[in-house]
């Protein structure tokens, strides 16, 4: 006789299995990635697009003629486009933003090196897309070419100063190849229906569209805060001794750093709530609840979807608070304050959530280990 | 009939005692909604434990070499500080001997411990090591910012307080020693421990024993993957490329499944699961390259030169792991020359990485990522990774 112990291990339940969302295979069109898909990433990217063509024209415009008025229109427009950016950037590490050569998070590499820019100018080398110009090309490039003086001195530069010529076609360049770029993933989406690409992504893995938006999403709201705050703030690295560095917000030159930072966070907000732009209210938000609910999940006692909500209205109204220009304000209490909730929500967006929702985030901080 | 009921059914013919004392059947059931295929692992058949929890286990001599490692690697590191520290060969090389108590031995009796790292390389990278810790004495001494040409310190431009010592040809000789650690200990993992030492007995004491030390050169907690806090070396590097390479659970698995199979004479299943390792390691090590690429495309996307170095540095020295492994390998002699020669087609043993990244040559991003991505396509072609692993890597 013999008494056979059988013990059922349930076990190695992986993040990618475990937890019931609507996203599931199921055959039948996730709404949810209709709606993100269709109003708000598409119309993000078309504003986007719009507002590039727009610049370049009035670039152009500028150009054969530059006068004050021109000038100022062209400024305008830079900061319309700027701002534009702020909504598809979210999208950076997810389809045709990411495979294009270059990428499309290439037209935003911030703090802009000027003195790249100026030797690009006296070399009249218009090539913007070599590797030595990742940092001078781009929003950040023509923060410096637009903003990086007084308009009565800027319109000498481009019109009797002896680089006039350089500077001109250097800030054309500049321009046209943000348009160029802008509309290039525009249309990928657009007419090249990579649309239809991502709603039809469901599940869950890495490769999923939430999978793939859920990490581009993280990634991009880490750059709000390691590279709009923490960087500047002397926060990032950590370390006692890292000085506050205020030339290194992003638009430096225009000092409208903290209008675009609460753009951008509006933005990501509006994912979350799947309200932006055009959208219908299925967002992150709809995957979280249902979660929560299947799964009987819980937070501290309350919701996480709650958490998150509360700590997005938190964040941006410790934004809003900051006066710009961000770099003469980085000792404001609310600048920490906005930085403090930011990271607090970075945590919440990459770790708990992405775990209920069962999706691995993939990108990592590495260190160069 | 599964193979493995079969097995049970064989061994409760003619161990039924033992069955009846010892043996659990153990159902690994992992539930899931949209599981592929990978995640679906061979049911275990002697694994009683899901942790490396048994009686009787030391690795502790592994252990302390890791620790020695790390010093090492730290003391190497000093001389990315700027002004430039000095760091000399000798220095490194008593690290590497353990002579002349050159350890901290605050954690471990390192210094009285009569272990050396240098009797745990294979021959060909101990060689490596001492020209190494040769370039990394005469580069600490330059005291000048690095260029290509000159030996020096340069910083990231993405986060202006990570610094880098260079070599005159941009490599970065601390990664390239780390990396050359890892390929040792995967060299005594899957040349030694689990090939010849498991091969010279039956004695399961000093299998066991043979089994542990593998383990502990695996640096993961005893409860990896469920933990993934203090991953050192290949442990680290098996959880970067779990994504694409799946591995975690796979190589975790392997050995518990291994160290149960020794605890119940099922030596075939050992040398099994001694097998699953091996082959691991060697894509292990190949995957590292490719995850290095990604993360070199990235340093490049924001314009840092320098930091693309140190990435490329990195993929270098697990490059250069792969010739190590004598044992079972999925890539050849050839293969590696030619890998090597898409770092450097003019000098494939020393690559100029100025010029792979070609900042004065005005390579646009898209032309020097298609020369990371031409090494980890060949990475890909020749270990058997499809696209979408290689993308997760």
Not at chain 1, 105 to 112: W, Y
Not at chain 1, 145 to 169: E, I, K, P, S, V
Not at chain 1, 338 to 362: C, H, R, Y
């Amino acid at each position: 006789m013999f008494f056979l112990g059988t013990v059922i291990l349930l076990g190695a339940i992986n993040f990618s299995c475990s937890k019931a969302v609507i996203n599931n295979n199921s055959g039948v069109t996730d709404t949810v990635l209709l709606n993100i898909g269709n109003n708000i990433i598409l119309p993000s990217y078309d504003s986007l697009a719009i507002a590039a063509d727009s610049l370049d024209s009035a670039v152009v415009d500028f150009n054969a003629n530059p006068t004050a008025a021109k000038l100022s229109n062209v400024q305008a427009l830079f900061i319309t486009a700027y701002t534009a950016w702020q909504s598809a950037s979210p999208y950076d590490h997810l389809g045709p933003a990411s495979v294009a050569q270059p990428p499309l998070s290439s037209i935003n590499i911030f703090p802009v090196t000027t003195t790249q820019v100026d030797n690009d100018i006296s070399q009249n080398n218009d090539n913007v897309n070599s590797f030595a110009n990742t940092t001078a090309k781009g929003f950040p490039a023509l923060d410096y070419l637009l903003f990086g003086t007084n308009n009565t001195t800027l319109l000498t530069d481009y019109t009797t100063d002896a680089l006039a010529a350089n500077r001109r076609a250097f800030l054309a360049a500049v321009a046209a190849d943000i348009k160029a770029e802008a509309n290039a993933v525009y249309l990928q989406w657009f007419g090249g229906s990579y649309v239809t690409t991502f709603v039809n992504g469901s599940g869950t893995s890495v490769s999923s569209s939430l999978g793939l938006l859920l990490n581009s999403l993280d990634q991009d709201f880490e750059v709000l805060k390691n590279d709009r705050l923490g960087i500047p703030l002397g926060i990032i690295p950590a370390g006692s001794s890292s000085p506050q560095a205020p030339t290194e917000v992003e638009a430096y030159y225009s000092g409208i750093s903290v209008q675009l930072a609460v753009k951008q966070l509006k933005a990501i907000q509006g994912i979350y709530l799947g309200t932006y732009q055009q959208g219908n209210g299925l967002g992150l938000n709809t995957y979280l609840t249902h979660a929560e609910q299947q799964n009987h999940l819980n937070y501290h006692g309350g919701l996480l979807s709650d958490t998150i909500k509360a700590d997005f209205t938190l964040a941006l109204s410790d934004l809003q608070a900051i006066p710009d220009p961000l770099s003469a304000n980085l000792s404001n209490a609310n600048t920490t304050a906005a930085f403090t909730e930011i990271q607090q929500l970075v945590t919440l967006l990459k770790t708990d959530m992405p775990s209920d929702l069962g999706v691995l985030i993939n990108y990592g901080d590495n260190d160069g280990d | 009939m599964h193979p493995h009921s079969q097995a049970f059914t064989n061994n409760y013919k003619f161990e039924m005692k033992k069955i009846s004392i010892y043996s659990l059947v153990l159902l690994v059931t992992v539930i899931c909604f949209s599981c592929s295929k990978e995640s679906m692992a061979p049911v275990p058949v002697y694994a009683d434990s899901a942790t490396y929890d048994y009686a009787n286990v030391d690795y502790t001599p592994q252990l302390e070499l890791i620790a020695m490692a790390d010093q090492l690697v730290a003391k190497i590191n000093t001389a990315n500080a700027n002004p430039n520290v000095v760091v000399t060969a000798l220095t490194l090389t008593n690290m590497f001997n353990n002579t002349g108590s050159p350890f901290n031995d605050s954690a471990y009796n390192l210094n009285g411990s009569g272990l050396a790292l240098a009797n745990y390389f294979p021959a060909a990278a101990k060689t490596d090591m001492l020209n190494y810790f040769d370039s990394i004495g005469v580069y600490s001494q330059t005291g000048v910012g690095a260029s290509e040409g000159v030996a020096g310190v340069d910083s990231s431009s993405q986060s202006h307080s990570k610094k880098y010592l260079l070599s005159p040809t941009g490599v970065f000789y601390s990664q390239v020693v780390k990396k050359t650690i890892m390929g040792a200990f995967a060299y005594q993992i899957g040349n030694v421990y689990l090939a010849d030492s498991l091969n010279s007995t039956m004695d399961t004491v000093k299998l066991k024993h043979y089994w542990d030390a593998a383990f502990g050169f695996f640096g993961v907690p005893v409860n990896f993957p469920a933990s993934v806090s203090g991953l050192k070396y290949l442990g680290s590097y098996a959880n970067q490329v779990n994504a694409g390479l799946h591995c975690n659970t796979s190589i975790m698995n392997a050995f518990l499944e291994g160290r149960a199979a020794i605890s119940n004479s099922g030596i075939a299943t050992m040398k099994a699961q001694a097998n699953i390792l091996i082959h691991t390691f060697d894509s292990l090590d190949a995957a590292a390259i490719v995850q290095e690429m990604h993360e070199t495309n990235a340093n490049i996307e924001a314009g840092d030169a320098v930091a693309a170095y140190g990435t490329l540095s990195e993929s270098l020295g697990f490059v250069r792991n792969l010739k190590y492994n004598t044992g079972a390998r999925v890539i050849t002699d050839a293969q590696i020359q030619q890998l090597l020669e898409l770092y450097d087609n003019t000098n494939p043993d020393n690559p100029n990485l100025y010029n792979f990244v070609g900042v004065n040559a005005g390579l646009t991003i898209g032309q020097i990522e298609a020369k990371t991505s031409a090494i980890a396509q060949l990475i890909g072609t020749i270990y058997g990774f499809n696209s979408t692993e290689l993308a997760n890597l």
